[in-house]
């Protein structure tokens, strides 16, 4: 299945890269694609269980999915996550 899902906190292609980096990791989770432009994340799945954990590890990237809870604590977690994907691409 294909899933296209807008995200909050993204910047730029250091979000980008550790956003790839750490859904590709996921099994079942394929062919993932980050937007910068529209906010967005795309990817194909199999199960269920795999949507929910890609929105699980945004979350706990910084970049929750448009319309939850976006705090500051979250922003601060995307500026880290940020300068990780800089420093790694």
């Not at 993932?32 to 706990?60: C, I, M, P, R």
């Not at 319309?67 to 940020?82: D, H, I, L, M």
Request: hydrophobic residues 35%; aromatic residues 4%.
């Amino acid at each position: 299945m294909e899933s296209l899902l807008h995200i909050q906190n993204l910047k730029c292609g250091g979000c980008a890269h550790t956003i790839i980096t750490r859904l590709e990791e996921l099994e079942g989770v394929t062919n993932v694609v980050v937007d910068n432009e529209a906010h967005s994340v795309g990817f194909n799945y199999t199960e269920a269980e795999e949507l929910e954990s890609v929105k699980t590890v945004l979350s706990t990237l910084g970049y929750p999915v448009e319309g939850e809870s976006n705090p500051v604590t979250k922003k601060a977690k995307s500026f880290v996550s940020c300068a990780i994907g800089r420093l790694n691409s």
